[in-house]
């Protein structure tokens, strides 16, 4: 699996810490880095260009770090059939694929340690969607997105 991340000024050393994180588990991590290409860019491009890449399929799953997660998951849930959520614990984590079905797991670095954030990404790697009684309820959010574009 290859998991796509990138990550704002206010998360540099916790993406690093998380890309080691996921090549020594044998993850082929790829690193955007939107900022070493656009020095001073601030966390909507950043995490608008990652779910972009989302979206048009080049990559399944993604990792977006900012401060608090709370931004990149604001932009990334912008974009159309992108779903994104900040986790900072592992309950969410897991349940952010098993029952939500999100493509993009969002962070902060300025809310937990790097050694909880390992763990957050470890749990939502081997989460998978379920499906189930969560399949209309995450239906439902489709047909709401689709409505919500289609009005604008
Ligand atoms: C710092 O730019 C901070 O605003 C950002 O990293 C993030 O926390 C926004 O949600």
Same mark, same amino acid.
């Given at each position: 699996?290859?998991? $796509? ?24 991590? $790829? ?31 993604? /990792?977006? /770090? ?8 604001? /932009? ?24 939500n079905n ?9 809310? /937990? ?7 957050? $990404? ?12 969560s399949q209309?309820k995450v239906d439902q959010m489709h ?10």
């Amino acid at each position: 699996m290859k998991v $796509v991340i990138d990550c704002d000024d206010a998360a540099i050393e916790l993406k690093k810490t998380i890309v080691a994180h996921l090549e020594n588990n044998g993850i082929d991590a $790829v690193d955007l880095d939107y900022l070493g290409s656009h020095p001073g860019a601030y966390y909507p491009e950043i995490g608008y260009n990652l779910a972009r890449k989302i979206q048009d399929g080049a990559y399944q799953r993604g /990792i977006l /770090i900012c401060g608090t997660g709370l931004g990149m998951a604001m /932009i990334a849930n912008k974009v159309k059939g992108v779903y994104a959520g900040v986790c900072h614990d592992v309950f969410s984590a897991e349940r952010l694929r098993k029952s939500n079905n999100a493509q993009i797991l969002t962070m902060g670095a300025r809310v /937990i340690g790097p050694e909880l954030a390992k763990t957050i $990404v470890s749990a939502w790697l081997v989460s998978e969607f379920q499906g189930g009684g969560s399949q209309p309820k995450v239906d439902q959010m489709h047909a709401l997105e689709r409505q919500s574009f289609e009005s604008q």
